[in-house]
């Protein structure tokens, strides 16, 4: 496998693309719109499960909510918001990182369809989908991602800004619904912004297997994720002074509330980010400000809380490259190439589906 190491200064110049300008804007909507299909899974999931699973995970050690409930439409909000604060220098990083090596991986991979997994709000995309473009190569795009909010804007802002774009997007949960991205071209899959580093270190290996198991032979997987480096700067990123990651951590109580009412209070929680040495990985936890008991009728729960005591509600783990490649290769991939800025913060690793 091929190690690169790019200048994150260095860029190469984006596409320009253009909106349709020759049909009226009647006609052009239309076009737009037969360009988008979006099929909807999250409604599928059974009630009681759901219910269930928190339930489950407020009476484990440690107490835990699922991450995903961070994005509903405030919290996709406040996560762009984050992305763009001066301590958080990962996404920036990793912007910079693909700008530097996304035709490399439109030519090695060979791929006209870029399928994402939790693709947010898709602004790194645009730097493949430009490389794409560039090599005359881009087709289809399938955005997977639980929020649907985002995943509409996406579909309507993408065939606006590349002609002749299809986009398929899905709204689903990555642990549970890749069998639904449709049977395409030559794929490249991506996962970005480390988003793999919020699974549990059990999760991981069974969630790149089914990828692996998702993929036709000859497709391409591009796997972001942040690596180790010092703790300061780790954890500086999720406790940013503007108080973004607390309001986006204290959000996760809201967007709870269409499945277990408003038993919590937000206000009575605080916002912790530590790094957990010996995992290598950022945890956040909402810390109860005082002792209390919250009734859970739609979960058939009280809880009660100690003041200080923690619910966790994320991990963030943290990378080596060797950890990166053992990983890939355990789910069947082979390694195709290796891509890392010029201060080790975040990799980039290109693999693929072998042919036989
Ligand atoms: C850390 S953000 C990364 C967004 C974008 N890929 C980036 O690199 O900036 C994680 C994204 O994954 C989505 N997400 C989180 N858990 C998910 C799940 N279980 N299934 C599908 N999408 C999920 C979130 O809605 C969010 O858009």
Redesign the pocket.
Known sequence: MEATRYSAGSTIPLLSTTLSVIFSSRCAFMLKQSNISIDVHLDNRDPDAVREEIRAGLLSTPRTLP??YF?DERG?EL?EQI?ESPEYYQ?RT?HELLKTVADDVVARTGADELV??????A??TRVVLDAMARAQRLRFYVP????EG?VRRVAQELVEEYEGLQVHGVV????AHLGHIPQGGRRLVMF??G?IG?LGPEAVPAFLSTVFDEMDRGDSFLL?VQLITDVARLEAAYNDSAGLSAAFNKNMLYALQPVIGPAFDPEAFDHVARFNHAEHRIEMYLRSVRRQVIPIPELELTLPLEEGEEILTEISTKYTRHHVEVLLARAGFSPVAWYSDPHDLHGLALAQKPFG
Request: glycine share 16%; hydrophobic share 30%.
């Open positions: 991450t995903r994005y996709s996560f992305c996404t990793e994402e997994l939790g693709s947010g709000a602004t790194k997977l991602d639980v929020s985002i689903g949960d990555f642990l970005l912004g988003t919020n972001g």
